[in-house]
């Protein structure tokens, strides 16, 4: 029978690669309700105003495109490059372009405090009894870490490209430690600096074996992603055709770029927890393998009355209730 994941013994176990995969899907086997539902409430506004913004400046450039196209003096010879620095001109000095960057950072900030914030609520005691995790108790949990988790963005980024720049490895190395960042923060409350010495203190010899999770879980988005790419693009080619007969290209162009763009973020919006998730099952593993505090949660409750169970409770054919 799977782990139900409402209290804090079912995270801090220690296990291996196939474990922490399998747990990562059973945790959303059993809490996509209310983590959905707090996604819904806090993300998705943000997620469909990215995909508008991002739309919209695709629909910019692929129009700059097609005006160069037409325009038979839009291609000189002399100078090939001349017309994609127009097109980067017009992205660039384009406010829009801004707008969507920042937006992107916000809707990633509260992407991950979402997903970590119902999770650190599920951090329950063991012998109290679960409740159902409203959107509100994951917005009190993200409320706290939103400034420091939009600014850590920006300072995970500085360090794994000066990372980068100190013989390529040193970047590689940065970036898989650095994939706890968020977890840790959540989880234990620390600073920016503190949180980063915490996750090369818990990568240490554990490395390989974070960054095969990483790339497993990658490999199943990419081919998740890819499969949706090539319906999107099916659709790209059948429907103008089929809804837009009389349209111009450029309007068709415009027209679908926004749609599918839209279908695009909320198919995104929908696969990445997994990651995210996976992650954290990694984060409570090296914690268990290096301090054990799981095991020491579980000696101090020996010996303690379970929690009573409210009136009127009845227990499946497989539990075995209180005794």
Request: with cysteine; glycine share 8%; aromatic share 14%.
């Amino acid at each position: 029978m799977p782990l139900a994941y409402t209290h804090e013994s079912d995270f801090r176990q220690e296990r291996n690669f196939g474990q922490k995969i399998s747990a990562t899907f059973e945790f959303i086997g059993v809490h996509w309700r209310p983590l959905g539902r707090a996604l819904l409430y806090l993300v998705a506004p943000l997620a469909l105003l990215q995909g508008i913004l991002t739309a919209l400046i695709q629909s910019r450039m692929l129009g700059t495109i097609l005006h160069t196209a037409r325009d038979p003096q839009g291609y000189n010879p002399r100078d090939p490059l001349a017309t994609q620095r127009a097109i980067f001109g017009a992205t660039f000095q384009n406010p829009l372009y801004y707008l969507t960057i920042a937006t992107s950072l916000v809707f990633a900030t509260m992407f991950v405090l979402t997903i970590y914030g119902y999770l650190v609520r599920c951090l329950r005691p063991t012998g109290t009894l679960p409740t159902p995790i409203t959107p509100a108790e994951v917005w009190e949990v993200a409320k706290r870490h939103l400034l420091s988790t939009f600014f850590s963005f920006w300072g995970i980024g500085v360090i794994v490209v000066l990372g980068f720049l100190f013989f390529v490895f040193p970047g590689y190395y940065l970036a898989v430690a650095l994939s706890l960042f968020f977890i840790v923060r959540v989880v234990e409350g620390t600073g920016f600096f503190a949180t980063v010495s915490r996750c090369l203190h818990l990568i240490k010899g554990k490395w390989w074996s974070t960054f095969g999770l990483i790339i497993t879980m990658v490999g199943l988005l990419y081919v998740l992603m890819f499969a949706v790419s090539m319906f999107l693009s099916l659709l790209r080619v059948g429907l103008p055709s089929a809804f837009m007969p009389t349209a111009e290209p450029g309007q068709v162009s415009a027209v679908f770029t926004v749609a599918l763009t839209l279908f695009f973020t909320v198919v995104a919006f929908l696969i990445y927890p997994p990651m995210l998730l996976a992650l954290a099952f990694q984060y409570f593993n090296l914690v268990e393998r290096r301090e054990g505090v799981g095991l020491a949660q579980l000696v101090d409750q020996l010996g303690q009355a379970p929690a009573a169970s409210p009136a009127g409770t009845t227990y499946r054919p497989h539990e075995e209730g209180e005794y």
